[in-house]
């Protein structure tokens, strides 16, 4: 009888595990479905942050949308980050600043980054003129190496600019969790939207046109 018993708890405890899994897969997954264009990510991603006095920007923002609190603010640049070249020599992502910015962070292990790079390469050689395609590898020498990224690359033939963050320094400003993760900057330097997932090429030219210039 005790170990029916046992055998039956065990059972339980793994439904239980599974359930469990099961729904916390759906509500995380609910958060990163695939093409999603999320306007004005300087407000999302400050969402859960601290300010100086350790109130959350959150709270900080439901007291800036009372009318009677709220005061006109400049908008926020896009953190800078220092990053490398194929040469190793130093990029930062203000040097860019004065055209609009296709922020990318990906890795070559990672399958949704492929599934969008044919678009990102084909949109780079058609704007490439005016708009500036920086694709940041998360090079941190265990997920991804420099030499493993740059013959995927070569391997593929594609022509966007390529960074490479050995020091984690991008990755840190931007507070990267998920790869492919997109930024849309605009020439002077203000985000304007951002995707945490592989993007088609319908959310990629809408993006762009989020930040070219308007006529």
Do not use: H
Not at 70 to 75: F, K, L, V
């Amino acid at each position: 009888m005790n170990k029916k018993k046992g055998l039956f708890l065990i059972a339980l405890v793994i439904v239980l595990v599974i359930g469990g899994a099961y729904l916390l897969y759906n509500k995380l997954g609910s958060n990163l479905t695939p093409n999603q264009l999320v306007g004005n990510p300087d407000a999302v991603s400050s969402q859960s942050k601290p300010d100086a006095s350790g109130t959350s920007s959150s709270a900080a923002s439901s007291e800036a949308s009372d009318p009677a609190s709220s005061t006109t603010e400049e908008p926020q640049k896009a953190p800078d980050f220092t990053v490398y070249d194929a040469d190793g020599n130093e990029v930062k992502l203000s040097d860019y600043f004065g055209k609009p910015i296709v922020l990318n962070f990906w890795s070559s292990r990672c399958g949704p980054c492929k599934m969008e790079m044919p678009d990102f390469n084909e949109a780079y050689k058609e704007l490439g003129d005016s708009v500036q395609f920086l694709m940041v590898n998360m090079t941190d020498s265990s997920w991804d190496t420099k030499e493993t990224a740059s013959k995927f690359i070569s391997s593929e033939g594609y022509e966007f600019p390529v960074l490479f963050d050995t020091d984690q320094s991008a990755a840190r400003a931007y507070g990267v969790y998920s790869l492919p993760t997109t930024y849309f900057i605009d020439a002077n330097g203000i985000p304007a939207a951002y995707a945490n997932s592989a993007i088609n090429r319908d959310l990629l030219e809408q993006g762009i046109g989020m930040i070219l210039p308007k006529e």
